[in-house]
Nanobody
Framework: QLQLVESGGGLVQAGGSLRVSCQAS????????MGWFRQAPGKDREFVAA????????YYSDSVKGRFTVFRSNEMNTVYLQMNSLKPEDTAVYYC????????????????????WGQGTQVTVSS
């Protein structure tokens, strides 16, 4: 079982950058595929990015590709989402999630497939 705690959210101007982190506690973090999702007010939760257990493969939604980077440190039990060139439409609560099945990152886009979730961190991008 994993417990996930996000941090690093905040308010940033459009065009700026922000890095959110997800600290995991529990066993075998290095066996989990990790994902980032977000949910804006009045909208469904949407996939943002995923990274395979080894960190060898990553996958992004079209809306963030080229602007966001997901990476992980299995030594630190942490996964990160570096967000650059932020836009007002990136405003949302960002959640990290862990999936115990050995999927590739490209297979890990469905929220219902994930086993554990953090509480979320708010990211607000002002225009």
């Amino acid at each position: 079982q994993l417990q996930l705690v996000e941090s690093g959210g905040g308010l940033v101007q459009a065009g700026g950058s922000l890095r959110v982190s997800c600290q995991a506690s529990g066993r075998n973090f290095n066996r989990y595929t990790m994902g980032w999702f977000r949910q804006a007010p009045g909208k469904d939760r949407e996939f943002v990015a995923a990274i395979a257990w080894s960190g060898g493969t990553t996958y992004y939604s079209d809306s963030v590709k080229g602007r966001f980077t997901v990476f992980r440190s299995n030594e630190m039990n942490t996964v990160y989402l570096q967000m650059n060139s932020l836009k007002p439409e990136d405003t949302a609560v960002y959640y990290c999630a862990a999936d115990y099945l050995p999927r590739t990152a490209a297979q890990a886009t469905v929220a219902n497939d994930y086993d554990y979730w953090g509480q979320g961190t708010q990211v607000t991008v002002s225009s």
